[in-house]
């Protein structure tokens, strides 16, 4: 090679090369005798190579050899190289070489004029000498790399090269076949459990259990960055709460994706970046299945290059078929691919995934994607053809290990519970999938959906709570009667399904139909599956040619039921089918024991509570005894705390053509956001009343089931007039608004506006829904509550019932404007109560929406606006925390305050 002279420094100049790049970093990882010992008696080597992945432990495993060496080898000589990109010509690289070699073997830093020079150099007598080249990848392809390779070939027999890189440097393969090359691959450097177990007491001086170090090293792969990561993530935590991590590894991940998108996704080309997201799904990776997937061709270029780049790429067999990405960049890809594609696209990719794992045999990859696709069906189909053992399938061994560790598997599983109705499976499902989400969207969608599962638990104590399946359980639970509606909430199909269903309960068919309908519109999804189903068992109990106020006949044929059934069971709805399938078997008493009987056996408790009622419905309406049954019902209803079910049968009677649906009257009361007043479903026309009527009306219903001396009444609507001429207004005005309300009651019958000695009282049924009422009744719940759970029910039912300006159609009426500040006054209260108690519960959006409706009451409240803010910064919404700063500093400003 011609020599490539190099100007020498003028004498005093500062060394030509920093310290840190030919000065091994400290030792401070552990010391693995199992990867020293071979580096120690490798000394035949011309070549000892390290390649692995980033963050494998090269340079520690490096830095720990030089030190020993130092300590216990004297006759030994150590050169270290730390190769950069400015290091990758030909002089940049013959410098570096010449500054460590010389310092390694003459003490001092002297420039050398080529790579000739530098060998006459190491031909001299001396002691062994070993040149550490860290990061060696970075020279591939370059002039430097040709400069390595000749010096590497005429090194002397005193001399070896100690190389540690992502991936092999080209000019090795040429040296293997003289036999001089030793190796230490990725997998000698994956830590084992007993390796970490060691590394957390002597390094980190924080020991893990020996289970807890097994799961970690299965977690991570033995990666040694990884674990480093951990530690960072969980130093100086409680030993508890780091236990809990170690099951919970995706909790740091934040730390993994950084590490992750730096070192690896940032340095790779934009197409095989995205090549690596799109692929993940198949989680076995072989090039036909990429290129079919992809709708590309090459994939299985693409892979090789990953592999032999040691870009976490890693072969599953020996003839390079199969790959897999190692565990931690899969689950960073599949976050990703999620972040992208969203829920369905993400959904429907992997479904296209497992049919095209499923065509080429390979069952347990198949089973994977269809799961994360949530596609059961597919999965189950999947088992079935293959069955679990015995059969041939490179990604057996690999999947099991991805379906324990995948927090997306997880929550796939808990949503496969919950939809066959094993509701203490999928809670604990739902609670492993949330602990293992780091994203705080995952962690709230998780929380969310199994807190529609929670109360139907056995043990959750009685409360209406916050969400639909909340208010319906408590319906379920001993009095449908209570379940309320507010505009808002009447808008939301899980309310509207919810309402329809305590109205059937609660014996009142038609308003149910109404509200199940309205929920039946709804998007795809659970909701509408039940309310269509729920719509189907009301036309199996009333009964054929019965209709509902629309005309409509509400009895639906088998073959739509049928129908029905197989539309939920391909939505993913196995628990709805099953209870399809039991509506239209409804009057075959055998098919709807048998149907009973297989909830049974799956542990369903509520699916057969519902099957069996049905069963007892159809042999009502069929005019059978059923005394067998509604005994079976009663028993299954009390253990379930499900009352109003077995009071629904036991009220049942002959009715519409040969229905079982007694109808019973009902009053509805709405005094927040509009004044309304409905009889069996059917708002009372109040055109006809004169304004001073309707408005008297009014006025009764706001302090309904509390008599209103006549005077107040005089004071209010007639205060310009004198007395006598006052009262007889007034005995008018009550006769035209019974007239309005009850037209069909005769003389001396009870009436609903009943007069009390001078006193008049708009007097409501018990099971009357009257939101005034319920506002003032749920606060004093609250207030008597034994427990926060019970004052947080309290609490959201007071703010469900108070929808809107009290009365707005009085506007500034003298006798409405001071109850309306007391019950504004009562809902800030509330409120902000309530937003107080969701923080403490960790319920940091349920805390902000709380602490918006006390200020929306009173924008001057100090404890809402302060609440609001802690809940926004909990959340981690920094945005919505600085709109509620300002909000508040406006507020203060307003009142001449200051913070």
Not at 718 to 738: C, E, F, H, M, Y
Not at 744 to 757: C, H, I, K, V, Y
Request: negative net charge.
């Amino acid at each position: 090679m011609t020599e490539q002279p190099i100007v020498p420094p003028s004498a005093g100049a500062a060394p030509s090369v920093p310290r840190a790049k030919v000065s091994p970093p400290p030792a401070t990882g552990l010391a693995r005798r199992r990867l020293l010992t071979p580096l120690h008696d490798a000394g035949h080597a011309r070549v000892v190579l390290v390649t692995a992945p980033p963050g494998a432990g090269k340079t520690t495993l490096l830095a720990e050899f030089t030190r020993e060496c130092r300590h216990s080898s004297p006759d030994r000589a150590l050169a270290w190289c730390r190769i950069e990109g400015q290091d990758a010509s030909a002089t940049g690289l013959l410098r570096i070489l010449a500054a460590s070699i010389t310092v390694a073997l003459e003490g001092s830093e002297r420039e050398l004029r080529s790579d000739d020079e530098l060998l006459a150099l190491l031909e001299q007598p001396g002691p062994r000498l070993t040149i550490v080249i860290d990061d060696a990848h970075l020279l591939a392809g370059t002039a430097a790399e040709a400069t390595l390779a000749r010096i590497i070939r005429l090194l002397p027999d005193r001399a070896q090269a100690l190389l540690a890189a992502r991936s092999e440097p080209g000019f090795v393969s040429g040296l293997r076949l003289s036999g001089v090359v030793a190796d230490i691959t990725a997998d000698d450097l994956r830590f084992r459990s007993w390796e970490v177990e060691a590394l957390f007491r002597e390094c980190y001086g924080l020991p893990l259990p020996p289970e807890d170090a097994a799961a970690l090293t299965r977690h991570t792969e033995g990666w040694a960055a990884g674990l480093q990561l951990f530690h960072l993530a969980t130093s100086g935590k409680p030993a508890e709460e780091r236990r809990r991590a170690v099951a919970n590894l995706w909790g740091m991940s934040r730390l993994l994706r950084r590490y992750l998108t730096s070192h690896v996704l940032a340095t790779l080309p934009e197409d095989v970046a995205e090549f690596l997201v799109r692929s993940a799904a198949l989680g076995v990776l072989e090039g036909t299945l990429c290129d079919r997937l992809l709708d590309r061709t090459g994939s299985h270029l693409v892979l090789r290059d990953l592999a032999e780049a040691q870009l976490f790429t890693l072969r599953c067999d020996d003839e390079d078929s199969y790959y897999r990405y190692h565990a931690v960049l899969q689950s960073q890809l599949e976050s990703m691919l999620a972040e992208r594609l969203g829920t369905d696209g993400a959904r429907s990719w992997y479904r296209r995934a497992g049919a095209l794992l499923d065509d080429a045999g390979l069952w347990s990859a198949a089973y994977r994607a269809y799961a994360r696709a949530e596609d059961w069906g597919a999965g189950a189909q999947v088992l079935q053809r293959y069955g679990v053992c015995g059969t041939e399938d490179p990604a057996a061994a690999l999947v099991p290990r991805l379906l324990d560790d995948d927090p997306w598997l997880s929550l796939a599983e808990a949503r496969r519970h919950a939809a066959a109705g094993r509701l203490a499976e999928a809670i604990g499902a739902f609670e492993d999938s949330e602990q293992r989400f780091d994203d705080p969207g995952m962690r709230q969608r998780c929380r969310t959906e199994r807190r529609l599962l929670v109360p139907w638990s056995a043990s959750t104590p009685p409360g209406w709570g916050v969400t639909w399946s909340d208010g319906l359980r408590a319906a379920v639970r001993s009095d449908p009667a209570r379940l309320r509606r507010t505009a808002a909430l009447a808008t939301e199909p899980g309310w509207q399904l919810a309402t329809g269903l305590a109205e059937l309960l609660d014996g009142h068919p038609d308003p149910a139909l109404r509200a199940l309908r309205q929920a039946a519109a709804a998007p795809a999804g659970f909701v509408p599956l039940a309310a269509r189903v729920a719509i189907a068992a009301v036309g199996a109990t009333v009964g054929a040619g019965c209709e509902d106020t629309t005309g409509e006949d509400v009895e639906m044929p088998a073959r739509d039921i049928e129908a029905l059934a197989l539309d939920a069971e391909l939505a993913g709805h196995p628990w709805l089918a099953r209870i399809a399938r039991a509506v239209a078997a409804a009057g075959n008493a055998a098919a709807v024991a048998g149907i009973a009987e297989d909830c049974d056996a799956d542990g369903d408790a509520w699916g057969a509570l519902l099957i069996t009622s049905l069963g007892a419905a159809g042999k009502l309406r069929a005019g059978a005894a059923a005394e067998p049954e509604l005994a079976a019902v009663a028993q299954r209803a009390r253990g379930l705390e499900a009352e109003a079910v077995a009071s629904w049968l036991r009220a049942v009677r002959p009715g519409c053509s040969g229905g079982v649906i007694q109808q019973r009257s009902r009053i509805v009361l709405r005094c927040f956001g509009r004044f309304s007043l409905a009889v069996d479903g059917c708002e009372v026309d109040l055109s006809a009343l004169r304004p001073r009527a309707r408005a008297a009306l009014r006025l009764l219903a706001l302090h309904a089931g509390r008599a209103v001396h006549e005077e107040v009444l005089l004071d209010a609507l007639w205060p310009d007039l004198p007395p006598a001429a006052g009262k007889r207004n007034l005995q008018v005005t009550i006769s035209s608004v019974r007239a309005v309300l009850e037209p069909g009651r005769s003389r001396g019958a009870p009436s609903m506006l009943q007069r009390r000695g001078e006193a008049y009282l708009l007097d409501l049924p018990d099971d009357a829904d009257a939101d005034i009422l319920t506002f003032s009744r749920s606060l004093a719940r609250s207030r008597a509550a034994s427990s926060p759970a019970q004052a947080g029910a309290a609490l959201r039912a007071a703010l469900a019932a108070c929808d809107g300006e009290l009365l707005p159609e009085d506007g500034p009426a003298e006798w409405v404007v001071p109850e309306r500040e007391r019950l504004r006054a009562g809902l800030a209260e509330a409120a902000t109560s309530l937003a107080g108690l969701a923080l403490a519960d960790g319920d940091a959006a349920g805390a902000a929406q709380a602490a918006q409706t006390a200020i929306r009451a009173d924008g001057f409240h100090d404890a809402a606006w302060r609440l609001l803010i802690e809940a926004c910064e909990q959340a981690g919404d920094l945005a919505a925390a600085h709109r509620a700063r300002h909000g508040y500093q406006a507020a203060l400003a307003e009142l001449g305050c200051a913070l």
